[in-house]
């Protein structure tokens, strides 16, 4: 599992334009599902994006989780972040979860973190999804 986070301002997710996400303040988190993912992993996935110290503190050092300053969560499912793109200049998705697994372990995820945290939107598996954000400063990590 690869997962992209960045701290923003606020994010969306439309599809045929239809805004089926939004949050304020929080993260907006990129999920790349690989083969051997399974719900053990998908759960520490999500403890650490909920618990990752990426926000500002008073004195303006990164000590804050989203769980501190309770922002909200959106996990939008990018199959593209599994790419093998080590060599030439075409990528290769032999490194991605087949679309069943893949749409498993993202479901199963967005279920959980909604388990666990009060603000979760969630992109859809599959679509064609346009993603708005206004990155805050930009603070952006990549988990895997």
Same mark, same amino acid.
């Given at each position: 599992? =690869?997962?992209?986070?960045?701290?923003?301002?606020?994010?969306?997710? /439309? *599809?045929?334009?239809? !805004?089926?996400?939004? %949050?304020?303040?929080? %993260?907006?988190? #990129?999920?790349?599902?690989?083969?051997?993912?399974?719900?053990?992993?998908?759960?520490? &996935?999500?403890?650490? =994006?909920?618990?990752?110290r990426m926000f @500002?503190? *008073?004195?303006?050092? +990164?000590? #804050?989780?989203? *769980?501190? !300053?309770?922002?909200?969560?959106?996990? *939008? $499912?990018?199959? /593209?972040?599994?790419?093998?793109?080590?060599?030439?200049?075409?990528?290769? &998705?032999?490194?991605?979860?087949? $679309?069943?697994?893949?749409?498993?372990? &993202?479901?199963?995820?967005?279920?959980?973190?909604? @388990?666990?945290?009060? /603000?979760?939107?969630?992109?859809? &598996?599959?679509?064609? +999804?346009?993603?708005?954000? %206004?990155?805050?400063? $930009?603070?952006?990590? %990549? #988990?895997?």
């Amino acid at each position: 599992m =690869i997962a992209l986070l960045q701290r923003v301002r606020q994010a969306s997710v /439309t *599809v045929d334009n239809d !805004c089926m996400a939004r %949050i304020d303040q929080g %993260i907006l988190a #990129l999920i790349g599902v690989q083969p051997e993912d399974d719900d053990a992993l998908l759960r520490h &996935f999500v403890s650490r =994006i909920l618990n990752y110290r990426m926000f @500002s503190d *008073v004195q303006g050092k +990164m000590n #804050l989780s989203l *769980v501190d !300053c309770k922002g909200g969560l959106l996990l *939008v $499912p990018q199959f /593209t972040l599994a790419a093998n793109t080590r060599k030439g200049r075409r990528p290769s &998705f032999t490194s991605a979860a087949t $679309p069943k697994h893949g749409e498993a372990i &993202f479901d199963a995820m967005v279920d959980f973190a909604r @388990s666990r945290y009060k /603000t979760v939107e969630c992109g859809h &598996f599959g679509a064609d +999804m346009q993603v708005q954000l %206004i990155n805050d400063g $930009p603070v952006t990590f %990549i #988990l895997d």
